[in-house]
Nanobody, 121 residues
Framework: QVQLVESGGGLVQPGGSLRLSCAAS????????MHWYRQVPEKQREFVAS???????NYADSVKGRFTISRDYAKNTVYLQMNGLKPEDTAVYYC???????????????WGQGTQVTVSS
């Protein structure tokens, strides 16, 4: 059983910062790419950032220069440092990862439960 658990969301003023965390746990053999997505009501979930197992990163144009994705391989954790937050960044942020299970060697895609980020004065 593999789980992704996000934390770090909350309410912040425009221009402020937040750091999201997503920890993977369970029978994990290998974690490949890890991603952050976000979703607002009545809109499709959108890509925010990703990081490969080798550390290569990719960002949505809307967050480039403001958000930074990183990972701690020893802790099976991915982070999203969000600076210069804007009201339009308000959304539920979801962690996503491609994980090879240690129990049956299956490569599966997992989602976390989401964490709310609200940017408002």
């Amino acid at each position: 059983q593999v789980q992704l658990v996000e934390s770090g969301g909350g309410l912040v003023q425009p221009g402020g910062s937040l750091r999201l965390s997503c920890a993977a746990s369970g029978t994990i053999l290998r974690i490949n790419a890890m991603h952050w997505y976000r979703q607002v009501p009545e809109k499709q979930r959108e890509f925010v950032a990703s990081i490969t197992s080798g550390g290569s990163t990719n960002y949505a144009d809307s967050v480039k220069g403001r958000f930074t994705i990183s990972r701690d391989y020893a802790k099976n954790t991915v982070y999203l440092q969000m600076n210069g937050l804007k009201p339009e960044d308000t959304a539920v942020y979801y962690c996503n990862a491609n994980i090879t299970s240690a129990s049956d060697f299956a490569l599966l895609n997992f989602w976390g439960q989401g964490t709310q980020v609200t940017v408002s004065s």
